[in-house]
């Protein structure tokens, strides 16, 4: 017996009273039919027989009864009353859940609680998340099929997975217990959350991007969202498989990348323009140095040289803060051969096309629009935020001579994200900057199962960028632009 459970032995007692605090949160668990592989012989409080393994649903329903979360806050109240903080801090993570899970066990033993062995584990696992983890969230958390976690209120959380939004069985116990989770995510990383300042964004020590927001703002309760941190990149061969684009627009695309064109990736929230951006990192070449800047780090670039900047927010005194355009400025100096912003949302646009259009040529960057043409008009916006006295003339012949390609990305009805255009910007005429086409995916409906019918299609325009590819050694073959089946291939 390890040294934290003979000093818990020594001060949780099976005689101890019962800590009754109604405020004290507990823990609804998933109806996830766990498996329950036997049941303690002695009849629980109030006479009730444990159920046997073959009980089936009526597990799922105790699961989520009071009575199961009366038992759960008691052991917790134990639990802590009997832990010893400072010596499992000093235990590894690993370690220090296997001791905490042994010492629930015990708990469990000592009392004569109406729980079979498979409502036990339940019980072990969930104390567990609430001592060391995000507690209820935890198994979503861990669930790599999940890329989104909605906390609407208290008792209505949704999840993201393949592209829906599905809704869940988790609960937290009340808006105190959902608000202690938040407050545990932003201390980790130093900042605060209360009335004075009810929004905040972080990060979870996997890099998922989390945002809070508490009353006064939020009507309803505390509100999380968590962007899940994928900790495997999606490759070339992953998109293909999954349809986001065909053969022909990915050799066209990459060989964009390796001819150092500039390119913009736009799309709505969640149509996958950081994946889409990760991969096309893949093809930079590894002797060049690149610099990437973002609000929150999502890019996992596999490069040796590479320089990971990114911003700050302001400090409880409403100092210190970095914004985008700081560093891309900073970035400069700093002799990248690529500069990567991860999204452009305001003034740092301009910066970033004087950079495309001052010798920092293959630079990437993403920002959220409906269609290609209202990118352009978005980076418009955006570079008069700069507060700079620009005409409409200038600004357009500024965007059309520093973006080369505009890769547009969709999210559709069916989950499916789906790269729907590759436009070339070609010029200007007059006032206007003039887009054409190279690939773009074709909607005709949707089919029984409510999946989205369309095909990918080359238009048939050779891009005036294929001579640059040429000039770098890359000559790809005139069939890829020419014929209108090649983009479905």
Known sequence: MTDLMDRFARKARPDEPELASPDEPSWNVPGSGAADRGAPSSRGPGGRTPRSSDSGGDGDEFATSPEFQEIKGRLHRKLLEGLNLALLGQRNRDEAEEEVAALVRRLLAQENTPLNLGEREQVVEQLVHEIFGLGPLEPLLKDPSI????VNRHDQVYIERDGKLVPTDIKFKNDRHLLQVIDRIVSAVGRRIDDSSPMVDARLEDGSRVNAIIPPLALDGPHISIR???QDILSAEDLLRNETLTEAMLEFVQAAVKARLNILISGGTGSGKTTFLNMLSE??????RIVTIEDSAELQLRQPHVVRLETRPPNIEGEGAVGQRQ???NSLRMRPDRIIVGEVRGAEALDMLQAMNTGHDGSL????????RDALARLETMIQMAGLSFGEAAMRRQVASAIDLVIHLSRHSDGRRRVVSVAEIVGMEGEVITMQDIFRFERRGLDPEGRVVGAFRASGIRPRAAEQLQSVGIDLEETLFTDLRSGSR
């Open 327 to 329: 560093l891309v400025i």
């Open 365 to 372: 960057t993403t920002l959220h629009a409906n269609a290609p």
């Open 147 to 150: 890329s989104d976690i909605l």
């Open 283 to 288: 093809s930079i070449p590894h002797t060049e």
């Open 228 to 230: 899940k941190f994928r």
